[in-house]
């Protein structure tokens, strides 16, 4: 069995280091899989990154990787020890494969909020706006009200606001 702790493949990411740590306990007995495992969990890495991820994106990413790692774990040792426990004992392999895909599960969850909650900033050039936004430019208030900025009066023949002094 391979030493995590020796492998220049993490280059000191932990997470990396888990991962590389789960795999060799994982393929200890089976020679050549831990290669097989870890090409495995690139693929699915960059499926789940896509192509422009965020910082926050990239960590939520390495967290599903991680729990989806330890969901296959827990079904094979739970298939490795079938049989083998007491009927006592049984629980403990069923608890570990659904608190398992439970972390899995949230890890998705989390990774999708984050994609559904991230929106693309909006920016408006006020001097240069596109038409369809419906807001006045500077030029366009100006014109509308006058310089004064009151409202132009309408030559429209209708009657004006102002009251009239009262007679005496």
Known sequence: MTDPLASDQSDGDLSRLAEQALINSLTASLPGMGKVVA???????????????TPV????VER???????????????????????PGLSKYP??????AHRRYLAALKALELVRKLAVPVL??????????LGVPTAAEVVRRRGPA???RVRATGAPSRRREPAAK
């Open 149 to 151: 900025g009151r409202p």
């Open 123 to 132: 920016r408006i050039d006020v001097a240069s706006r596109p038409s369809n």
């Open 39 to 53: 090409r495995n969990l690139e693929t699915l890495r960059a499926e789940m990154l896509g192509p422009d991820p």
């Open 94 to 99: 069923v608890g570990r494969q659904i608190a």
């Open 57 to 60: 994106e990239r960590l939520l």
């Open 64 to 86: 599903a990787v991680m729990c989806w790692l330890q969901v296959q774990e827990a079904d094979l040792r739970d298939g490795l020890c079938a049989g083998r426990f007491e």
